[in-house]
């Protein structure tokens, strides 16, 4: 079973930015591909991107595309979403997901969620 913790959520100001960490625990980590996702309030989850096992591949939502960065640390069982050029419409909670690479991606194990809010 794979045990997910993210942090590094918070409050910004639109154009900044913010890194979110999402911290494995319990597994192989460096097996698993992973993804981060996003929910705001009354929406759906969606996707916003996710890296391979190697973190040598990864893809991101059209809409975060440009702004965002995911990668990861194998040596420290973490994965990162780097979040620049912020926008409003960023705001969520976010969660980090392991699961099958695809595309699309497939999560099969979740972590509880960081807030992300971001102030016009």
């Known amino acids: 079973q794979v045990h997910l913790v993210e942090s590094g959520g918070g409050l910004v100001q639109a154009g900044g930015s913010l890194r979110l960490s999402c911290a494995s625990f319990?597994?192989?980590?460096?097996?698993?591909?992973m993804g981060w996702f996003r929910q705001a309030p009354g929406k759906e989850r969606e996707f916003v991107g996710a890296?391979?096992?190697?973190?040598?591949?990864?893809y991101l939502s059209d809409s975060v595309k440009g702004r965002f960065t995911i990668s990861r640390d194998n040596a420290k069982t973490t994965v990162y979403l780097q979040m620049n050029s912020l926008k409003p419409e960023d705001t969520a909670v976010y969660y980090c997901?392991?699961?099958?690479?695809?595309?699309?991606?497939?999560?099969?194990?979740w972590g509880q969620g960081t807030q992300v809010t971001v102030s016009s």
């Open positions: 890296v391979d096992d190697s973190n040598r591949r990864t």
């Open positions: 319990g597994v192989t980590f460096s097996t698993y591909p």
């Open positions: 997901a392991a699961g099958d690479y695809g595309p699309p991606f497939g999560p099969f194990s």
